[in-house]
């Protein structure tokens, strides 16, 4: 099974020369123009490869997350650096523990390096389910849970102090994968104390908020000793060198993250108020997107399709209790406006 089927496969299945892409939550204010203008600047260097340390990228991560170099690893996305911890911390056979239905790429490296996956629901109100994890965790004893806060498809936030109640419950043997893809967005103060242990592995990307999807990098924060067995096993070349280039001066573009950030929450808003004159409601996200509620999973999948069908490009969870949503990026002012009048043009003919 294909993990996501990619926008520009639905262009050419579809026969559309363009859609409106809401669908893969890419960031709709693009990267820095610092990040842009130092890329084209040493375009003329691809000719070299990167440094494998990525060390220029690592000592300015450092400095911002106030640990050492040696508590960094760079890898070319976070699907990269899961990949990576299940190939270091999962024998074949062993068990990985995540909520069913969260974002997915985790679960396509337990099966593929031949673990078992095991899941939880989500609460009834989207929110990841803790006590069923740390449950399941005692029962099962897994090599790994996988957790994403914020969360995707979601866009919940689990509090701080809920995170280390995770954390602390979890069998002794037990890592924690903490994927903070969508901490960009949220107050730092509102995210995981910034706790260095053994089995914590934190990761983060430059793919969400600071707009570099395309260019593929993310980083682990962890121990010395975890970013050592992570150097051993990744791609020695596998950053890509204008990715390093341009993640290095987005770290130092703060302005412009701020006013990201900023656009970010005013879509957001829009889109809460979206749902509540088309009669419904959404979940409250600490993400790039929200989860618009269609009442039941038969509707939403139909509006999901409609809205593909009318040129735009989402996705929906697929798993209950949050199937019943459809999961829409926050674009730009004018694609959210857009995304409003073809949203109600399919309701429309949906509720005929
Ligand atoms: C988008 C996303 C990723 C992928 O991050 P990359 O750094 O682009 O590989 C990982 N986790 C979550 C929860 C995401 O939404």
């Known amino acids: 099974m294909t993990p996501f089927i990619a926008p520009e496969q639905l262009m050419r299945e579809g026969g559309h020369s363009s859609l409106l892409r809401l669908g893969a939550n890419e960031s709709a204010f693009g990267p820095s123009p610092k990040a842009v203008e130092a890329m084209a600047r040493e375009l003329p260097r691809i000719s070299w490869y990167g440094d494998p340390e990525s060390y220029d990228v690592r000592s300015a991560l450092a400095v911002r997350h106030d640990c050492?170099?040696?508590?960094?690893?760079?890898?070319?996305?976070?699907?990269?650096?899961?990949?990576?911890?299940?190939?270091?911390?999962?024998?074949?056979?062993?068990?990985?523990?995540?909520?069913?239905?969260?974002?997915?790429?985790?679960?396509?490296?337990?099966?593929g390096f031949g673990g078992r996956l095991e899941t939880v629901q989500y609460r009834a109100d989207g929110m990841v389910d803790v006590d069923a994890l740390v449950a399941r965790a005692n029962e099962l004893r897994p090599?790994?849970?996988?957790?994403?806060?914020?969360?995707?498809?979601?866009?919940?936030?689990?509090?701080?102090?809920?995170?280390?109640?995770?954390?602390?419950?979890?069998?002794?043997?037990?890592?924690?994968?903490?994927?903070?893809?969508?901490?960009d967005f949220i107050d730092e103060r509102s995210a995981f104390p910034p706790l260095l242990h053994g089995r914590l592995l934190r990761v983060r990307t430059f793919s969400k908020a600071y707009g570099m999807a395309g260019a593929r990098i993310g980083y682990l924060i962890s121990t010395p000793r975890n970013v050592v067995t992570f150097q051993k096993i990744r791609l020695h070349y596998g950053v890509n060198r204008n990715a390093q280039i341009g993640a290095l001066a987005a770290l130092g573009d703060v302005g412009f993250h701020e006013h990201v950030v900023k656009q970010v929450a005013q879509g957001r808003d829009e889109y809460y108020t979206l749902a509540v004159s088309l009669g419904t409601s959404a979940l409250r996200s600490h993400t790039n997107f929200v989860c618009i509620d269609f009442g039941n999973a038969e509707r939403a999948t139909t509006v999901m399709n409609k809205l593909l069908a009318h040129g735009v490009f989402v996705r929906k969870p697929a798993a209950p209790p949050l199937d019943r949503y459809v999961r829409v990026s926050v674009g730009t002012p004018e694609e959210r406006l857009e995304f409003g009048t073809r949203l109600r043009a399919v309701l429309a003919e949906v509720d005929r």
């Open 68 to 111: 050492a170099v040696e508590n960094l690893c760079v890898g070319s996305g976070i699907d990269d650096l899961m990949g990576l911890a299940v190939r270091a911390f999962m024998g074949a056979g062993a068990v990985a523990l995540t909520t069913r239905g969260t974002y997915p790429t985790f679960a396509y490296h337990v099966t």
């Open 143 to 183: 090599a790994i849970v996988y957790l994403a806060n914020p969360d995707n498809p979601s866009g919940t936030l689990l509090p701080p102090a809920e995170v280390v109640r995770l954390f602390e419950a979890l069998p002794r043997q037990t890592l924690l994968f903490l994927d903070e893809a969508y901490v």
